[in-house]
């Protein structure tokens, strides 16, 4: 919903900083079911920032990736590196 542009935005930087890549967020757009939507897909890079950002309508939103980036940000912020694969079942296993 529109009210909830902020956090949308928010949210998409907390995922591509968390898991240190690209985020291609898209939302919707207009009205659906009675409830506004904002629209505003974005695109986040490896470091939360925004590249691309589209409007309230409907739209083709494009933006150019620098996949090194990826690469360079794990490398300076290695924060995988502590990651415990294993520790919980996946979810279509747990109780």
Do not use: M
């Amino acid at each position: 919903p529109a009210r909830r542009r902020a956090h949308w935005t928010l949210l998409a930087q907390a995922r591509a900083v968390e898991n240190q890549s690209y985020v291609l967020a898209c939302a919707t757009a207009g009205t659906h079911a009675g409830v506004e939507q904002s629209g505003h897909s974005i695109v986040v890079d490896p470091w939360g920032e925004v590249l691309a950002e589209a409007g309230p309508d409907e739209e083709n939103l494009t933006a150019d990736l620098d996949l090194t980036r990826v690469t360079t940000t794990r490398a300076q912020f290695p924060a995988l590196k502590d990651r415990r694969l294993g520790l919980t079942p996946p979810p279509h296993l747990r109780a």
